[in-house]
């Protein structure tokens, strides 16, 4: 669902997408590719933002009192609310721990703030709320304060879940895509694309032959671990609207470096890429919920590989690129057996409510 | 829209409105009653709550790296968008500054989730934008971080905003309904009920003679200039959801004692008392989201008046009740001219989504 557009010069593929937003939202402006990012550049980012490089993702670093404390939040609106590997309870609890470890914090405390539509099922409730009670304990968080609202019968989709969390940052962490340099190595946490089909494969009722579950899950921990290896972390991303092209574009455009991205090691099983192919996807746009890259210098990109290895569900780490100078030809640059191409922002919305 | 309830006894004026809220959400569930407190208490208190106390209002106060944080959220559903004297987004940055604020807090960082509906206007979301831009500025806080999220039409009422907010506490501030003594007096900041009516009216076209304007306000400076006073300042809350009569008898509650309000020295306009009238509203029920109740011992009473009193919209500050000893007749005694009534939660929803 991408297609050429004055801002991805040489975008190589196409499909029928309105580039211009119009006057009204569409569904693209919430989908993390160029029209979320217009949105952001165009109208938050003015109003809020001090300093320019504030608000580009989903997490801010502040000092109070002494504590230098990483501030998140994300709005969860996925259907449908129960799919395979997780629910929109666990998904809103580690979506936000998540962004808090890719501070480089320790994830300590969450809210949440829950607009439930008229008639929604207190089962299902209860069974989101046990859900949210047993992913905060996995991923050592507690959840302090919330809020619950109710909409009328037909202006919700039975329940969206806001999620905020604040973390603590150690003093020698410094992560941000401004500390990528030429010579990082792009290591992946493990194989991609399994939120995004776990998603489509419950919502559109496909019967693929291998069960696909998402990969939601909190990275709290593999940080940690990165962190304490002492080796200079340079950046982290979690992988979520966008997938890993996505990410790997913010990145190379703040850090104004290429990423040569090597295709051919991206682990992605083999389920879920029979599955994109059915379904037209991309699977290097898919949204991933337990997923994350880390920018480290070349010396310690071993050290960093054996630490993520070692965690749960880190069996596939590895290295997938390395940060160039800027090059003519973009920001992410996919070499394959074939040849190369440069990857875009999305134009449109590949997977609606994803998360 | 209260009705006899076992859970009220002796609640003295009735109407049509379901007691058990059955196997589904009402609408009833947010409105700041007693269903949104069986929701808390039956549902998110036993998965998140570590102690009994907490989750009991919309505030926690935590320590992290030496720093005491006030840690805060809030969902903003209000229909319709805009409305005589704010619209959601001052609606949203005020109501998370002021949760703060009750907290003792100083409001410093807040964080903004939208969920808009596909066809919202763009027009619109950037006056929504630029109202919480000077929100924030009028009540000296940051927005640093956010998130957006799309559904698509018929999926939500435009927009929906997720406010969580951080403030510090200083040290020596210990507010909490626990802190609440018999011979405590009750200050109140200003006039009751301007939100509500101002909603009701912008909804339902009704053109009252004067226009009644929304109170909505930040609070912050007002509870900085009670806290500079060097007074102990027991308890602080803001009159939200259900009113004056809900926070005082939630209070009372969690206080084990009694609460006796001089009904006749609630300021209440003349405009919102007939619109109140009109609508079958019971003024102390009704909504303010710029209006608090401080509770103090009776030596500090008149210097805390006279700061209330010093402040912007805080003409009208003045005491209107007495804390004292739990009494069999309930936790809220109103006492009129021609009597005493014993007040309880509302059972049923007043003003669905006024907030």
Redesign the interface.
């Known amino acids: 669902m991408t297609e050429p557009s004055p801002d991805v010069p040489g975008f190589p593929f196409a499909c029928p997408m309105p580039v211009e937003?119009?006057?009204?939202?569409?569904?693209?402006?919430?989908?993390g590719g160029l029209l979320?990012r217009k949105?952001?550049d165009g109208?938050?980012r003015p109003?809020?933002a001090?300093r320019p490089e504030?608000?580009t993702h989903?997490?801010?670093v502040?000092e109070?009192?002494?504590?230098?404390?990483a501030?998140?939040?994300?709005?969860?609106?996925v259907r449908p609310l129960f799919f395979p590997g997780g629910d929109i309870g666990s998904l809103a609890v580690n979506g936000t721990v998540n962004d808090l470890a890719m501070c480089g914090a320790t994830p300590?405390?969450l809210?949440?703030?829950?607009?439930?539509?008229?008639?929604?099922?207190?089962?299902d409730?209860?069974r989101v709320?046990?859900s949210?009670?047993r992913a905060?304990v996995k991923a050592g968080v507690?959840?302090?304060?919330?809020?619950?609202?109710?909409?009328?019968r037909?202006?919700?989709?039975g329940l969206?879940v806001?999620t905020?969390g604040?973390g603590?940052v150690a003093p020698e962490v410094a992560v941000g895509p401004s500390r990528v340099r030429p010579g990082d190595k792009v290591l992946l946490s493990g194989d991609i694309g399994r939120h995004g089909i776990a998603i489509m494969s419950a919502r559109e009722g496909l019967g693929f032959e291998t069960a696909i579950e998402s990969d939601c899950a909190p990275l709290g921990r593999s940080v940690a671990a990165l962190l304490r290896l002492g080796a200079d972390i340079h950046c982290l991303r979690d992988l979520t609207r966008g997938g890993l092209a996505t990410a790997l574009i913010e990145i190379a455009e703040t850090a104004a470096v290429t990423i040569r991205l090597d295709e051919a090691r991206v682990p992605i099983s083999a389920p879920v890429r029979g599955a994109a192919e059915i379904l037209g996807l991309d699977p290097l746009y898919i949204a991933n919920e337990g997923r994350f890259v880390a920018f480290v210098p070349e010396s310690a990109a071993d050290g960093a590989l054996a630490i993520l290895r070692g965690e749960a569900a880190g069996a596939e780490a590895t290295v997938i690129g390395t940060v160039e100078s800027p090059s003519p030809a973009g920001a992410l640059i996919a070499h394959t057996i074939g040849g190369e191409r440069a990857l875009g922002f999305l134009t449109g919305e590949q997977l609606?409510?994803i998360?």
Chains 1, 2 share one sequence.
Request: charged share 20%.
């Open positions: 937003p119009g006057d009204a939202i569409q569904l693209a402006h919430g989908g979320t949105l952001i109208l938050f109003a809020f001090a504030e608000l989903d997490g801010a502040v109070i009192g002494g504590a230098r404390l501030f998140s939040t994300d709005s969860y609106v300590l405390y809210s949440a703030g829950l607009v439930l539509e008229e008639g929604f099922p207190i089962a409730l209860r709320v046990e949210m009670r905060a507690r959840l302090i304060t919330g809020d619950t609202k109710v909409v009328e037909g202006k919700g989709d969206y806001a905020s604040i603590v609606p409510r998360c």
